[in-house]
């Protein structure tokens, strides 16, 4: 069984580093170390043992440090954009050329904030211990992109049990707005494991759309905590697509720390094959006036897991807090499972806060419906998650967007 | 066309039809009366192969078996169900759903399928037929959609399919006057000498727009009278009781 506690000699080998900031990294490795993965006795990984993942599926876990070479890929063609080129999370090159430069920074990043605490989540501890450079991009007061960015998350052929953290930090000033394509491909055939650590600053007024998608089925572990802080009248707003990876992890925290906020998110998986995925969100309402909403669809399939846990915290100053969250699953076998813990948290007395969870199979009746008109069962149940999925994806309101994820979702859906 | 002999179905151990017998002729339109709980939508689910009931005796369409044919293939073949209550289905656009039906069973009957844009073509002019929004074709399957605007789906799903069977469960139920017409015109407007109906109604009136060649009056599971229509007429005045 992998008994995952990389020594201290591991940090001399990532880089050389100032005094402060590798005892920094030696102190996190010592939390990390002293709980090691979680398993599910820790409350927050009840429905994901991590520690039960890792050691049936990996033999071993290195560190990756010789950075790989930039492997040929596919750009997208539907749609321009600007882009930003990660492999192995290493940033190795961008283009802004539908942009004023000026009003944009990027360059590659690494946390400075060496205060040191030992985080709840462990994966963060061993992210500050071990990381690489990432990228670190921001945007100036009032500039709007004109075109997407897309950020094409390379993983090479060259990955075989490793294991990769790095950190990415965005901010975008006040009244700037852009909208980002995460987009992984992946080109590894062994397993590997993926750590991110990544900060969101959402200044006054600012808009940030994200949409995510995986390119292709692949066989990463994932695990991504972002820290998003929103400050008043801006507008986040995220569609997740996690398809086909073996394990994900997402928890996401969001500080809404002024007010007249915006928060959106949603997610719709199709999971097979065993897939393991979870999404945590944890949304802190801190100021009064603001909006909340979180929609995760799953459809589970052969011996496959979807889990969501949504927290939602409103502090006694948060008055007019309009919070929602709902979850929703449809199983397609008796190996396939869903959990989901929602929370309400509430401090303050004047709020609409409410959150909804369902999971059944499909319905009978609507595969009836469409057997009358001379469609097969497959067909009508395939018809039938499409449908319950792409709910979802009507929301986008970009078209190229929406035809390339439908594209893309549909792909696994018909796939399978 | 259908040749229905002592037809008996049961669900959860409890008989619902005890012995149908009905026999329909190519061209002919056959309507079904009968009261509350008589039998007459599980009728129409047995025809159509729907799961779960316990079904014998014999059902012959085109001279052929029918009992152990699944739902898809009794469609392909040619039978089409107009639901009492057509299902919503959230996510699913309309006109790309009755492409795929339409050409589904073309492809079964060895036919060409049928390309976007004489598609696109047919449906406007059939909706056009039964005064439908095209714009109610471009939303979500039945979803939102109203009584009357769910019914009147069914007979478009009808005209585009263009069945050589057609049952039509209580398609005249939940409708206005008006809505009524278009629907019985939309019936007649697809009658000929090959095509078949089985129209199972509650009411004489939409009989008035739909003349049918035969009359059935259904009760406890059984066929207990048939006739022309004049027996709907008496049924109009008598009611059920008066049958006996």
Redesign the interface.
């Known amino acids: 069984m992998l008994d995952f506690k990389p020594n201290e000699k591991e940090i001399e080998k990532i880089g050389k580093f100032s005094i402060e900031e590798k005892n920094f990294r030696i102190e996190n490795l010592k939390n990390f170390n002293s709980v090691g993965f979680p398993n599910k006795l820790v409350e927050d990984w009840k429905f994901s043992d991590l520690r039960h993942i890792v050691s049936k599926n990996f033999a071993k876990l290195d560190l990756k440090l010789k950075p790989s070479k930039e492997e040929n890929f596919d750009f997208i063609k539907d749609f321009e954009h600007n882009y930003i080129v990660l492999v192995n999370g290493r940033l190795t090159s961008n283009s802004f050329q539908h942009e004023d430069n000026s009003q944009i920074v990027i360059n590659p990043y690494l946390n400075k904030d060496f205060s040191n605490k030992k985080e709840k989540n462990p994966l963060i501890n061993l992210n500050y211990a071990l990381s690489i450079e990432g990228f670190n991009l921001e945007v100036k007061d009032n500039y709007k992109f004109n075109k997407v960015l897309v950020i094409y998350n390379l993983f090479t052929k060259d990955l075989n049990e490793n294991i990769l953290n790095s950190q990415n930090r965005i901010k975008i000033g006040k009244n700037s707005e852009l909208h980002v394509f995460d987009y992984v491909i992946n080109k590894s055939e062994k397993n590997f494991f993926n750590n991110v650590y990544e900060d969101l600053y959402l200044a006054e007024s600012s808009v940030f759309k994200n949409i995510s998608i995986q390119k292709n089925r692949s066989n990463g572990f994932f695990h991504k905590f972002s820290k998003n802080i929103l400050s008043s009248k801006s507008n986040y707003s995220s569609f997740i697509f996690p398809l086909g990876l073996k394990f994900d992890k997402l928890d996401l925290e969001f500080n809404l720390e002024g007010e007249n906020i915006e928060c959106n998110l949603q997610a719709a998986s199709f999971l097979n094959k065993g897939d393991h995925q979870e999404i945590k969100t944890r949304v802190n309402h801190l100021a009064p006036n603001c909006k909340s909403y979180q929609k995760v669809k799953n459809v589970i399939d052969l011996d496959s897991k979807g889990v969501y846990q949504g927290k939602i915290f409103v502090k006694n100053i948060a008055q007019k807090t309009d919070a929602y969250q709902l979850s929703k699953a449809i199983l397609l076998d008796e190996s396939s499972e869903f959990d989901s813990k929602p929370e309400l948290e509430i401090y303050a007395d004047d709020v609409k806060c409410s959150h909804g969870s369902t999971s059944g199979s499909v319905e009978k009746d609507s595969i009836y419906y469409l057997m009358t008109r001379g469609l097969s069962k497959n067909e009508s149940v395939k018809l039938l998650i499409n449908g319950f999925l792409s709910e979802i994806i009507v929301s986008i309101k970009s078209k190229t967007m929406k035809n390339f994820i439908e594209q893309k979702l549909l792909s696994q859906i018909y796939e399978h | 066309m259908l040749e229905i002999k002592n037809l008996k179905a049961s669900i959860n151990n409890k008989e619902i039809l005890k012995g149908v017998d009905i026999s329909i002729q190519p061209g002919e339109l056959h309507a079904i009366m009968g009261p509350n709980g008589s039998g007459k939508s599980t009728l129409a689910n047995v025809l159509?192969?729907?799961?779960g009931y316990e079904v014998s005796g014999e059902l012959k369409y085109q001279g052929k078996d029918l009992i152990n044919i699944?739902?898809?293939e009794?469609?392909?073949k040619g039978i089409?169900?107009a639901?009492q209550y057509?299902?919503e289905?959230?996510?699913?656009n309309t006109n790309n759903?009755l492409k795929?039906?339409l050409n589904?069973?073309k492809k079964?009957r060895g036919e060409k399928e049928m390309d976007t844009l004489s598609f696109i073509k047919m449906i406007k002019e059939k909706s056009n037929e039964l005064g439908m929004n095209e714009n109610m074709l471009s939303r979500?399957l039945n979803v939102g959609f109203s009584g009357g605007e769910k019914k009147k789906n069914e007979i478009l799903?009808m005209k585009i399919?263009n069945p050589n069977l057609a049952i039509l469960d209580e398609t005249d139920s939940g409708l206005d006057i008006d809505a009524l017409k278009t629907v019985a015109k939309g019936v007649n407007s697809t009658r000929d000498k090959n095509k078949s109906f089985l129209v199972i109604t509650h009411y004489q009136r939409l009989l008035n727009y739909i003349k049918p060649d035969f009359v059935h009056v259904l009760a406890d599971g059984k066929i207990i009278k048939s006739g022309s229509m004049e027996l709907a007429e008496q049924l109009e005045k008598t009611g059920y009781k008066g049958i006996n």
């Open positions: 159509s192969g729907k799961d699944p739902i898809d009794r469609a392909q089409f169900l639901f057509p299902t289905i959230p996510g699913v759903f795929t039906s589904k069973i079964a979500q799903q399919l």
